[in-house]
């Protein structure tokens, strides 16, 4: 069951995908292409870049390492050595350490926002909600928990927090064998 | 005699159904408060229709079906809704979900809305169709995929089969309710046939369980003498006992020799498969108008006094149960493991505080010293657990990919085919915990999987973002430009005026001076 939907969003999204690469074609190089499909696309900035796309293009052109992403972790290093052909390197830790644990999505005070508009302004992917002057709302099937809406730029303390994302037994994972004890 | 076939390996394992099956169906006290999970089946969860403080009667919908994929819940006794909450449900992973807590009066008073049909053979197949779903009919045979929507069929279908193999160990649940309510489980089953209208319809069951093919063919001869005519497509079928025949791809095999194609459903072969027990709640939705509010659960175990099945109303403790069928005096939860489902593919419980769902066939009550832990050794490449996979998979090969997190490879090799049916486990000599792997890939794919479709709705989000303030700026720009270029454009008309009235001034003062001249 869980197959067929994912099969049915991964179409639906194709079939989207499609259509917002005919329409907001970004003019590109194959190899950026495909580093910025291997990029987590928190859009945090992170790496030094103001995105993942400027990232992946930093790369390509080795004015940037490919160990500058905190979000994508060890993993997406080695996915990225792989594409390349590199020594996969343990992530700089200039950049941020990989946080371990639940994703973390950002949740807005309705009581202390004062509606300035400036987490709008900021958000990569346009996951928070509101006008100028009334409470704002992070939209959380959007919010890809890049902490660029947090204080300072929220002038306004513990107004926008980060917090887990709930477990729920929809996207609960089994325990790694290994890790329990039936070592090998 | 008709032929039979065979699915690929399989194992042969000791039953242990006579610990549970002797005794009749037993019908447990009422506990004082029911726990009844939101979602109790694939699909969507059901929308909460009652409040704190509302009085239910047996059998009153209190939740309801949010899309064709989801099923409605019902209030299995009356009482008082006490509370809306998250209660830890009978899940691997211990977490709290939705629940309505009903806090029982006793009475067991049935709700005004439910009646027999006068003429349920006389409804037409939308109506009956709807009133399969209506009742919360989901799949009982552990998969408690919604009935209602495997009842559509896109395709004609030539066999309708009707899985009473019961495979696992220890579960004798189907096998009572057979031999206990046969004719319910022939009419429910000819009405389903009016639905999915097969050339043929076969009731399957494994050739351990003599007793339920013994009833299955006294009733349908019975109902045969009665004037039932269409009875006469239906043929009860004993099958090899071997694990996992109870598997809907197996059963499918051997009663038909069809394959289900990898990743298909058995409609693409033109075979339906319901569960017995199933199949009994579709004939208590339509001829007794009663929703699924109770199941027979088989609680068994070496230590349990009064195992049997028993008929548990949804939402009742697990530690209820045991306390009636006498498998807490050892302890229950703490000095027992306890499992839902059976040895093979049933998981453990978090604790005793669950509920029984309409998942639940059973609960194995294993004291835990008899849980000798395995250390597993490393895996030495001798590819029994291939030989007895049902599914044709390699898990030889998943095994390693799994520890590697390979997803590509895994699909590759089609994890998402394998059941975890167990018998790879049993015959590995190294005692890898294979399904445990193949469980942990599959989540861990999962989360991989919607992480990559995330990501990349995020990174359409940012390139519309980014266009849209392009465009703003590129307005901007143009606005700015235009504003530039009218502003030149009056300075030049200005200038061109104020040369224009300069000369004409000019001329105005040669005019003048020629008119003083003049
Ligand atoms: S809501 Fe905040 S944390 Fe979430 S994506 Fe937008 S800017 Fe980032
Ligand atoms: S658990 Fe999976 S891999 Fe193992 S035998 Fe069963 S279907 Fe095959
Ligand atoms: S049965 Fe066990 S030891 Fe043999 S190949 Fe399979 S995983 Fe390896």
């Known amino acids: 069951m869980s197959v067929l939907l994912l099969t049915a969003l991964a179409l639906a999204f194709g079939v989207f995908l499609g259509f917002v690469a005919i329409k907001f074609r970004v003019e590109g190089d194959p190899i950026v292409e495909k580093i910025d499909t291997l990029l987590p696309q928190t859009q945090c900035g992170q790496c030094g870049y103001p995105g993942c796309r400027p990232y992946a293009e930093a790369i390509a052109s080795e004015e940037a390492e490919i160990n500058q992403c905190p979000p994508g972790g060890e993993a997406g290093v080695q996915a990225l050595a792989e594409l390349l052909g590199k020594e996969p390197m343990p992530l700089n830790p200039d950049n941020g350490v990989a946080e371990e644990g639940p994703a973390m999505l950002a949740l807005i005070d309705e009581e202390t926002c004062i509606g300035c508009t400036k987490c709008v302004q900021i958000c990569p992917v346009d996951a928070i909600s509101g006008a100028p002057g009334f409470m704002h709302t992070v939209l959380d099937v959007y919010c890809t928990g890049c902490e660029l809406c947090l204080p300072p730029l929220c002038p306004v303390d513990d107004c926008i927090i980060m917090v887990p994302v709930e477990a729920n037994i929809r996207t609960w994972k089994w325990s790694n064998p290994e890790a329990v004890g039936a070592v090998l | ?518």
């Open chain 2, 1 to 518: 005699m008709n032929k039979l076939w065979r699915f690929n390996g399989g194992v042969k394992l000791s039953g242990f159904k006579s610990l549970s099956n002797a005794a009749g169906v037993k019908r447990p006290p009422l506990p004082k408060r029911l726990y009844l999970p939101l979602q109790q089946h694939i699909g969507a969860p059901a929308e909460a229709l009652v409040e704190v403080g509302d009085k239910v009667y047996k059998g009153q919908l209190i939740a309801a079906s949010s899309s064709f994929i989801s099923a409605p819940v019902h209030a299995s006794s009356s009482g008082t809704v006490v509370e809306l909450k998250k209660h830890i449900i009978a899940h691997p992973s211990g977490i709290a979900e939705d629940c309505i807590v009903i806090e029982t009066d006793g009475k067991d008073e049935w709700h005004s809305s439910i009646s027999a049909l006068s003429n349920p053979d006389a409804l037409d197949l939308d109506e009956l169709r709807s009133r399969i779903s209506e009742a919360g009919v989901v799949g009982l045979g552990g998969a408690v995929f919604p009935s209602g929507a495997k009842l559509k069929p896109t395709r004609s279908i030539d066999t309708l089969v009707i899985n009473g193999a019961e495979c696992e160990p220890y579960i004798t649940c189907d096998d009572r309710l057979m031999r206990t309510r046969p004719r319910e489980i022939i009419r429910g089953l000819l009405l389903l046939r009016r639905l999915v209208n097969p050339t043929e319809c076969i009731i399957a069951v494994e050739d351990n369980k003599p007793e339920a093919v013994q009833h299955l063919r006294r009733a349908i001869d019975e109902l045969k003498s009665e004037g039932i005519g269409s009875v006469s497509t239906v043929r009860v079928v004993a099958v090899p006992t071997l694990f996992p025949a109870g598997g809907e791809k197996q059963l499918i095999k051997v009663l038909t020799g069809k394959a289900v194609p990898q990743r298909g459903l058995p409609y693409e072969v033109g075979v339906v498969c319901l569960n017995v027990g199933t199949t009994a709640a579709v004939y208590d939705a339509i001829y007794e108008g009663k929703p699924l509010i109770s199941r027979l659960v088989t609680i068994t175990g070496p230590n349990v006094k009064h195992a049997a099945n028993y008929e548990v109303p949804i939402g009742t403790p697990v530690q209820h149960m045991l306390d009636i069928a006498g498998a807490d005096d050892t302890g229950g939860g703490e000095q027992n493991r306890l499992i839902m489902g059976g040895p093979m593919m049933g998981h453990v419980l978090p604790n005793a505080q669950v509920p029984v769902v309409k998942a639940t066939n059973c609960i194995l009550v294993e004291p835990k010293a008899d849980v000798v832990p395995t250390t597993a050794m490393p895996c030495i490449r001798c590819g029994s657990c291939a030989d007895v996979c049902p599914m044709h998979l390699l898990p030889q090969q998943l095994y390693w990919h799994a520890r590697g997190k390979a997803f590509d490879k895994l699909d590759h090799h089609n994890l998402a085919d394998c059941i975890e049916c167990g018998c790879c486990a049993v015959a590995c000599p190294s005692k890898i915990p294979l399904v445990h792997y193949f469980r942990f890939a599959k989540t861990e794919k999962k989360e991989f999987d919607a992480k990559a479709i995330f990501a990349d709705q995020s990174r359409v989000r940012m390139q519309i973002r980014e266009a849209r303030i392009a465009q703003r700026e590129r307005e901007l720009e143009e606005r700015k430009a235009k504003r530039k270029a009218d502003r030149l454009k009056k300075k030049k008309a200005k200038a061109a005026a104020a040369a224009a009235s300069a000369n004409a001034s000019v001329d105005d003062q040669d005019q003048a001076s020629n008119g003083v001249s003049v």
